[in-house]
Structures are given as structure tokens and as C-alpha cells.
């Protein structure tokens, strides 16, 4: 069984940056996909950025050029730099992942979540 753990959110103010951290542990197969996606209150969930081991990535529009998605695959570890924030990313953030090598899912293994504040 794949355990997917989620770390880094806080309460920030409009400008700042966080970093979130992803890592994914037990489970047969490697981690071929790793994903975040967020959630905010009274919304849908949405994709925000994803990134494969071979090096492939996505980031949705809303936060291109802010955010930055990376990945230690000898850790199995994937993050997420989260710069220039706004109030609008405030969100629970999931992380998700995946054997299969894609970038916009199904992903199979989810985190709890952590959630993530921008105050105006």
C-alpha cells in the first residue's frame, strides 16, 4: 500500500511564498507520477500541477509562472513551490499519485491534505 503525505502549508500573506512537500512511500511499484491538486471551500477540486518521473509537466494556467513543480525520484519525493501568492490560492492542497506515467490522472494514491492560507 502506497502512503502519500502531504507537508508544508500555513497561513501566508498576499505575496509570499510556501513550499509544499509530497513524499509517497511503501507500495511494490515505483511512483511514475505525482500530482497536486487543490480544493477550495464551497469549490471543485482542481489540478494545479503535476510532473512525471521521465521529466514530463503541467501546470495549470491560473498558476503559471508562480508556482513550480519539481521531484527527487530517488526520494520519491515531489514539491511545490508556491511563490507570489494570492488570496485565491487558498485552498486544501492534495497530494496524488500514480504508477502510471500520466499528468492529468486518474491517480490512484491520494494524501490527507494540507491546507494552505493567503491572507489579503
Known amino acids: 500500500q502506497v502512503h502519500v503525505v502531504e507537508s508544508g502549508g500555513g497561513l501566508v500573506q498576499a505575496g509570499g511564498s510556501l513550499r509544499l512537500s509530497c513524499a509517497a512511500s511503501?507500495?511494490?511499484?515505483?511512483?511514475?507520477?505525482v500530482a497536486w491538486y487543490r480544493q477550495a471551500p464551497g469549490k471543485q477540486r482542481e489540478l494545479v500541477a503535476a510532473?512525471?518521473?521521465?521529466?514530463?509537466?503541467h501546470l495549470a494556467d491560473a498558476v503559471k509562472g508562480r508556482f513550480d513543480i519539481s521531484r527527487n525520484n530517488a526520494l520519491n519525493t515531489a514539491y511545490l513551490q508556491m511563490n507570489s501568492l494570492r488570496p485565491e490560492d487558498t485552498a486544501t492542497y492534495y497530494c496524488?499519485?500514480?504508477?502510471?506515467?500520466?499528468?492529468?490522472?486518474?491517480?490512484?494514491?491520494w494524501g490527507q491534505g494540507t491546507q494552505v492560507i493567503v491572507s489579503s
Open positions: 510532473i512525471t518521473s521521465g521529466g514530463r509537466w
Open positions: 496524488a499519485a500514480d504508477t502510471a506515467y500520466t499528468l492529468d490522472g486518474p491517480y490512484e494514491y
Open positions: 511503501g507500495g511494490r511499484f515505483a511512483i511514475n507520477s
